[in-house]
């Protein structure tokens, strides 16, 4: 009586040998350490972007006055919105923002200078002309 093989069988002249199945090469496990790690990053950079600032140095400590030094600029989101202004001012204002061109050499309106260009300080200096001026 032969012996049983049932791992064995005949391989014949034009059949390739099948390979075990492996897993993962070098490469592949390199590019999702990657991913795992960039996504990581931008989780990280998501949270911190979300994270609320502190309003100014009066506001931590009540009691010390505000420091003096040369005066804040608007924040460019106020500036967009009006926030402050009476309704009609407010109308007018913003009318303004859409029209005027910004003189710092982009050939934007001050609404898209302030909204697009961050580093940009004439446009935030001339919207906030108008806004004290309607005021």
Not at 101 to 122: F, I, M, P, S
């Amino acid at each position: 009586m032969p012996e049983p093989t049932p791992n064995l069988r005949i391989v014949g002249e034009g059949e390739r040998r099948r390979r075990p199945r492996r897993g993962p090469g070098p490469a592949v496990l390199l590019v999702g350490l990657y991913a795992i790690t960039f996504g990581a990053a931008l989780w990280l950079l998501r949270g911190q972007a979300l994270r609320p600032r502190a309003a100014s140095a009066s506001a931590e400590h009540p009691s010390r006055p505000p420091a003096a030094g040369p005066a804040k600029t608007m924040d460019r989101r106020d500036l967009l919105s009006g926030t402050g202004l009476a309704p009609e001012a407010r109308q007018e204002y913003l009318k303004s923002l859409a029209t005027d061109c910004c003189d710092c050499g982009c050939d934007l309106t001050l609404a898209e200078c302030l909204a697009g260009e961050k580093k940009c300080v004439r446009g935030v200096q001339m919207a906030e002309e108008r806004w004290k001026r309607l005021r």
